[in-house]
């Protein structure tokens, strides 16, 4: 499956793995994971957050995990940082929730990445539409969207 995040893994020479699947309405991570048969803490979702001046970022989060929000502003200097509506997710992004990928989003976005993924062997995240994830190494996730570690997870 071509998308624009998989266009974008192409251009930087990323060796990845697509894994496609019956997309579930709110299934989120948990769904993925299950129909993946891989651990939901290997699974990152890609997060639309925007701070106190409404600038948008984006945050990977385990799927098993949730954002600490007044962690996360601390560790960006921010004054604060709330999800945004599924709406202007999509306008920041250009992809419709469910099938966030970090990668080839409308305009280019600041990226927050939890720590710890960084550390995982192989993870899971969107690859650019509902039911479609790409596996990589955390390296080459950190290579192309030269993200900021934070440490805001939250079981």
């Known amino acids: 499956m071509k998308t624009l ?3 974008v893994l192409d251009a930087h020479g990323v060796a990845y793995e697509a894994h496609r699947f019956t997309y579930e309405e709110g299934g989120g991570t948990r769904a993925s994971s299950t129909k993946l048969g891989v651990p939901e803490h290997q699974v990152v979702k890609t997060l639309v957050f925007e701070d ?3 600038q948008p ?3 990977l989060m385990h799927g098993d995990q949730r ?3 007044k962690q996360l502003a601390r560790q960006l200097g921010k004054k604060s940082v709330a999800a945004c509506a599924p709406e202007v997710a999509q306008r920041h992004t250009g992809y419709l929730v469910g099938g966030t990928s970090p990668f080839g989003t409308k305009k280019p976005l600041p990226v927050a990445c939890e720590r710890s993924i960084t550390t995982l062997e ?3 995240i969107n690859g650019g539409g ?3 994830l790409v ?3 955390p390296a080459d996730l950190v290579r192309v969207l030269a993200p900021t570690l934070v440490d ?3 079981d």
């Open 67 to 69: 954002v600490s929000t």
């Open 122 to 124: 192989r993870l899971y």
């Open 152 to 154: 805001c997870a939250q």
């Open 130 to 132: 509902r039911g479609f």
């Open 135 to 137: 596996s990589m190494t």
């Open 5 to 7: 995040a998989t266009e």
């Open 52 to 54: 106190d001046a409404k």
């Open 57 to 59: 970022l984006l945050v």
